[in-house]
């Protein structure tokens, strides 16, 4: 019998898990991405132009980050584009109503996440697909959204309020500073926490996660209010960086969200990312776009190309994982 | 890896029992690597027709493999195939069909929401006489033909997901005859079934046999072995390790065999004398799951059994206990204490579930030993909610050491560990958790000889530090050797307690059969 042989045989070596392998892998095609747009333009390696693109990840950071939590559980929410719209309008008619950025930021985080709660509840406790009531919620969102602000526009804030989006600290744009905030925090609380070791449970193997006794639902609530919170800290900073709000702000941010996500090396099968995949993601999909720019790709190619990329990264990360 | 077999009877690689013709098929000096394995080392093997032949050996001896290039999934590296006695090969499932040969794996292949006679004629459709359409009221003639054959009495339009476990399992034999397969393979067929079930299948074979059908049966129940075999096939680490006829060989004879050591099959224990306090209580128990007015009682230092037949509501007892499924009258106390809300409630209450399907309910395949190790109790072993990787892994290696856990590192995935393997990481979980009361389903399912003996003098263990056990099994020799009570279920109702002196098999199948 070998059943319990053979067990202290191992010898001791550096081993890399695969997740880690992965992460290194886009780490080292960020890298590369920077090197080659280095040579090829002297436009890139430039301060401002790094400054730049930090700051264009970073509004592509908040949103993904918090749907990283949702796919790790094997989630799915469609919703954060519409939710930013609905949250950065609301915020807007705070701070014109009561001329209080504080109170303005506070309504735009709360909608954010009460929406995020509303998901959270239809796929914990209706059992409805997270995919079919974040895609719902998209739409009631939306329809909101566009008879509130009934084709309007909200514009002019506080310098103040403003400073979010385009202000700058030690030279740093200030979301660039949150982004490193939220991307110590999201990664803390994903790797560090209790709850986060459950959220990858439950995204492995929802039943068997249910069965050793994690509290599936509050944790799935809990993450859907998290990425509807993140959406929130979206609006706030988009809305401070436009200086006004429309009905389709943030319409168009659902989808490299996702694609950041995925570039970032986690699965839409759950228990399988991590923030910082994130964020690396985020990078690489903002490189790229800048570095299109800087070569005067014509714009049409951006979509095209954040396809392509997307499905590489996901096969290369099949393939990767297939092995050994 | 293994000492000398020194324990190896006399049948060791004995020339094959004299027998009349030539076998249907016979693989000759079959070898079969996969990267770090030799997972078929020079195996002969041959079947007659009309002979029911057993396929011995604990998991990972090669059956699977060995069945997998007898339907060509795998293709052997090296040996000969004879059909008939002539020379062929086999090098695609198309040439194992062309030749009669069908599988029945554990998983079936059938498509649930296809009706019967749809399953049994997939992909042979008979063909309508306006091109394109097929011809269904012969697809239902030929279809009743077939359950005709087996004795398979429902409606051919009936859906395959309607059917409960066995029935499926005869569809799928229905299936493989329509073929005209003339060497059945069928991997543990009876793992889950009810013994009602059992027989029906049995005599499905006997009619088969009678009928020159070669049927080649792996099995892990001594009983079915010695019931059934003409002929039997011992495998161990990929090797043919023996040869032997019923009437010639013991149970104790073939399990040295498979294991190359004593074990003994009896697990002994000491029974409780003075249980201690009662630790799970159930009172008039009713669930959404259909269970009715359960009462249950088990005391510290207890292993109470659940027995009945598949379908008796043995699970559903285990889930309601548990908070997996909503109670609908009645209440679950532990120690004392009324439990509410679900499987969280439960475990932070002291109770752990290790569930029957070990891979679907039990793990995290995707995960590590490590994080599987850790995921029930995360709450107990960081009470300040933050988590330490460190921590964790060396609560693993404890464990790991503990329950004797063969994995390389804990960072190993639990994915690639045996069965046995596999099982003691649910019972680590709940270790973990400071679990009082432990609900085992189906502890030995899919686990291999030695890692049963193993996981049984565990749960003695348990007990013996004053947990409470809760055991379900479909196997009444491990009730009977294991329990000092059991409860017996029929009907999604408890039929009637034994107390170990009533204990035996005959008493609860008695009880669990018994028809109003």
Known sequence: ?324 | MRAVMATTPRLELAAPPAVPGTPILELKGISKTFPGVKALDDVSFAVWPGEVHMLLGENGAGKSSLMKVLCGAYQADAGEYFHNGEKVEIRSPADARRFGIAVIFQEFSLVPYLDVAQNIFLGREFPSRIPGLTDRRRLYREAQKVLDLIGLEVDPRTKVHQLGVAQQQMVEIGKALSQDARILVMDEPTAALSDRETERLFEVMRQLQAKGVALVYISHRMAEVFALGDRITVLRDGKLVGRALPGETSPDELVRMMVGRNVDMSYPRRFATEPGEVVLETKGLSSTNGIRDIDLKVRAGEIVGLCGLVGSGRTEVARAIFGADAVTAGEVRIFGKPRTGGPDAAAFAGVGLIPESRKAEGLALIRTVSDNLAVAGLPKLFPNMMFSPGKARRSAQELIQRLRIATPSPNQSVAVLSGGNQQKVVIGKWLAAGTRLFIFDEPTRGIDVGAKSEIFALIDQLVAEGAAVLMISSEQAEIVHVCDRAYVMRGKRIVGELGRADLSEENIVRMGMHDE
Request: some cysteine.
């Open chain 1, 1 to 324: 019998m070998s059943l319990a042989g053979d067990v202290s045989a191992g010898t001791p070596r550096i081993h890399l898990s695969k997740d880690m392998q992965q992460l290194l892998y886009r780490l080292l095609a960020a890298g590369l991405l920077c090197v080659a747009l280095s040579v090829a333009t002297d436009a890139f390696f430039t301060a401002n132009n790094i400054l730049n693109v930090l700051r264009q990840a970073s509004l592509l950071f908040f949103l993904a980050s918090g749907l990283t939590l949702v796919i790790l559980t094997g989630g799915l929410d469609l919703s954060v584009g519409a939710n930013i719209g609905l949250s950065a309008c609301l915020a807007a008619t705070v701070i014109k109503a009561t001329g209080s950025p504080a109170l303005g930021t506070l309504t735009g985080l709360a909608s954010g996440c009460a929406i995020g709660i509303c998901n959270g509840l239809m796929v914990a406790k209706l059992r409805i697909p997270s995919f079919i009531a974040t895609y719902g919620m998209l739409w009631v969102l939306h329809g909101v959204t566009y008879y509130y602000m009934a084709g309007e526009t909200i514009h002019g804030f506080p310098p103040g309020f403003r400073h979010i989006g385009s202000g700058y600290f030690l030279g740093i744009p200030i979301p660039v500073y949150l982004m490193i905030g939220f991307l110590i925090a999201g990664t803390v609380f994903a790797q560090r926490t209790v709850w986060g070791q459950q959220i990858y449970a439950i995204g492995a193997n929802p039943m068997a996660a249910r069965l050793s006794g994690i509290p599936v639902d509050r944790r799935l609530i809990l993450v859907y209010a998290f990425s509807g919170a993140m959406a929130g800290v979206a609006s706030i900073v988009f809305l401070a960086r436009l200086n006004s709000a429309e009905g389709d702000i943030g319409e168009a941010m659902t989808l490299p969200a996702i694609a950041a996500v995925l570039i970032g090396g986690a699965s839409l099968f759950g228990g399988v990312g991590s923030v910082f995949g994130t964020f690396v993601g985020a990078l690489i999909l903002t490189l790229v776009l800048n570095g299109m720019n800087l070569l005067a790709v014509n714009a049409s190619w951006q979509p095209l190309v954040t396809g392509v990329i997307v499905i590489f990264a996901v096969w290369l990360d099949m393939v990767g994982r297939k092995r050994s």
